[in-house]
Structure formats: C-alpha cells, structure tokens
C-alpha cells in the first residue's frame, strides 16, 4: 500500500520558518518526480514546488520563489520543503504528492498518489 505522510506542519509567526517533511512508504519514489501542494480554505489546490527524481531539476510557484526550497532525500524515500520568511497567505494545508510516471508535471492532475496534508498557519 502506497503511503506520503507529511509532518512538520504547525503554528508560526509572519517572518517565521518552517521545515515539511514527506516520508513514502509502498513503493520507491526515488525514480519520479515529487513535489508539494497546498490548499487554502475555499480555493483550489495549487502547486508549491516541484522537484525531479534526482533533485537536479525544480520548479517553484510565484509566490514562493526566493522564500521556499524543496529538496529530497532518496536514500530515505522522503520529501522535504524549507520555508522561510512566512506570510500569512501561506496559511493552507500542505500536501505531497507523487506520480505514477516518471514526467515531471506541475499540475496537479497529473499526481496519482497525496498524502493526508499537515496544517501550516502563519499569523500576523
């Protein structure tokens, strides 16, 4: 049974960090791409950052470049995003997700397997 559990999720202040981490389990990941997703109250699911099999290759939202790095470790099978100088609009679930293939997508349609999600909020 494939799992992507996420941890490291919680209360910060504006300016603040954070550090996710994605552990996977069921199967290896460590020849597809990974990336994060977030998801705020009411709106739609959007893309944070994406990361290739090897780490070589990222992708970042907009809004996060400069301020969020995703990176991975593949002898651990895990996940993880660094997030610096917080704002309250990154207040959202954060999930991660993987996909069956070893493209590498930013959308999220193209993700087959989520983990559960880990609340981050950022207060002002």
């Known amino acids: 049974q494939v799992q992507l559990v996420e941890s490291g999720g919680g209360l910060v202040q504006a300016g603040g960090s954070l550090r996710l981490s994605c552990a996977a389990s069921?199967?290896?990941?460590?020849?597809?791409?990974m990336g994060w997703f977030r998801q705020a109250p009411g709106k739609e699911r959007n893309v944070v950052g994406v990361?290739?099999?090897?780490?070589?290759?990222?992708y970042y939202a907009d809004s996060v470049k400069g301020r969020f790095t995703i990176s991975r470790d593949n002898a651990k099978n895990t996940l993880y995003l660094q997030m610096n100088s917080l704002k309250p609009e990154d207040t959202a679930v954060y999930y991660c997700a993987a996909p069956r293939d070893s493209g590498f997508y930013v959308s999220k349609d193209d993700f087959n397997y989520w983990g559960q999600g880990t609340q981050v909020t950022v207060s002002s």
């Open positions: 069921g199967r290896t990941f460590t020849t597809v791409a």
């Open positions: 990361i290739n099999w090897s780490g070589g290759t990222t």
